[in-house]
């Protein structure tokens, strides 16, 4: 059996592909750093989105059938990552416009947490390679078994 909490990860994913791809690629990854920085063949920094997801959280809503049938969030943590900050914080706003209170099924409407923050890519000699611009969300989701 597999949980529902699956499928919303991969909807998440799929629906943030289809708004923002072919523009700026998607990528469930982690945080870049220089060496891990995704570049085109010419070794440009291309504009893209890396999607993290955070370990569920509970809410105040508990069930009375026990902690499976409660309310949890599923933080989503986006990036977009640019070697021009003013793009970043562009495609960052427009992932905000595209994301927030979207609903996939057994979930709820996508939320804004609270936190945004441009912060720099450096290199070891303190040049700066690229700009992230973070932006976090929290879907509520039902866990549940498929059969």
Known sequence: MAFSLD???EDILEYLRSQMEPAQRVYEDYIPNTQTLRR?????????????????QTRS????????????ELPVYIQSISADPKIARRISNKIV????????PWAGNVRKRPGFNMFTIDSSDSSV???????FFNIVVQLSEES
Not at 40 to 56: A, R
Not at 61 to 72: K, L, S
């Open 40 to 56: 085109n063949p010419s070794g440009e920094i291309s504009p893209y989105i890396v999607v993290q997801f955070g370990d569920l």
């Open 97 to 104: 416009r595209v994301f927030l209170s979207r609903s996939f």
């Open 7 to 9: 499928q919303i990860q």
């Open 129 to 135: 390679e690229a700009y992230a611009a973070p932006t």
């Open 61 to 72: 809503a508990y069930a009375m059938t026990g902690p499976w049938d409660d309310d949890y």
